[in-house]
C-alpha cells in the first residue's frame, strides 16, 4: 500500500504528465498552422509518450493499492515565435519534469518506498533521452539561423519520428 505521502505526490506528476501531453498537442497545433508538418508530426509523437508516461503512473498507483485522483490540466501557452522556440520551451520543460521525477524519487527514498523508487529508476532514464533528443534538436535548429532550406528539411526529418510504444505497467 502506498503512504499517502507518496500517493498525493504520484497524482500529481499523473497531472504533470498530462500537462505535459497538452503543451505538446499545443505545440503540434502551432506548427501545423504555420505549415511545419514534420515538427507538428514530432510534437504529436511526443505528446503521446506523455501520455503513455501519465498512464504508467496511473497503472502503478492502482497496481499498487492505491488511488488515482485526477486533477485539472491548466491551458498550456499557444504562440511561440520560431520552430527554435518550441524546441526551446520543449527543452525547459523537460528539464522541470526531470526535477519532478527527481522529487518524486527522493521522496520515495525518504519514506523508504522501494517499489515506487524502483518503477522511477525508468523515469530516470527516460529523462535522460528526451533531454538528449530536445537538445540536439536545439542545436541543429540553432546552427540553421534563418536557413530557411535547413529548416525545412529538419522538418521533413523529423516528419520520420516513428509512432512511440507504450511502456510496460512495472
Request: proline share 4%; aromatic share 10%.
Amino acid at each position: 500500500m502506498l503512504k499517502e505521502s507518496v500517493q498525493s505526490a504520484l497524482n500529481d506528476q499523473i497531472q504533470a504528465e498530462f500537462h505535459s501531453a497538452y503543451l505538446y498537442l499545443s505545440m503540434a497545433a502551432w506548427c501545423e498552422a504555420k505549415n511545419f508538418d514534420g515538427f507538428a508530426h514530432w510534437m504529436r509523437m511526443q505528446a503521446q509518450e506523455e501520455m503513455f508516461h501519465a498512464m504508467k503512473v496511473y497503472d502503478y498507483v492502482n497496481m499498487t493499492g492505491g488511488r488515482v485522483l485526477l486533477q485539472g490540466v491548466q491551458q498550456p501557452d499557444v504562440d511561440w515565435d520560431t520552430p527554435l522556440a518550441i524546441f526551446q520551451a520543449s527543452l525547459a520543460h523537460e528539464i522541470y519534469m526531470t526535477g519532478r521525477i527527481n522529487d518524486l524519487l527522493g521522496l520515495a527514498m525518504d519514506e523508504r518506498d522501494h517499489a515506487t523508487a524502483n518503477m522511477l529508476q525508468w523515469f530516470i532514464g527516460e529523462q535522460v533521452e528526451e533531454e538528449a533528443n530536445v537538445d540536439g534538436i536545439c542545436g541543429k535548429l540553432t546552427m540553421m539561423g534563418d536557413n530557411m532550406h535547413a529548416v525545412y528539411m529538419m522538418d521533413r526529418e523529423l516528419a520520420a519520428r516513428p509512432v512511440p510504444t507504450p511502456p510496460a505497467v512495472a
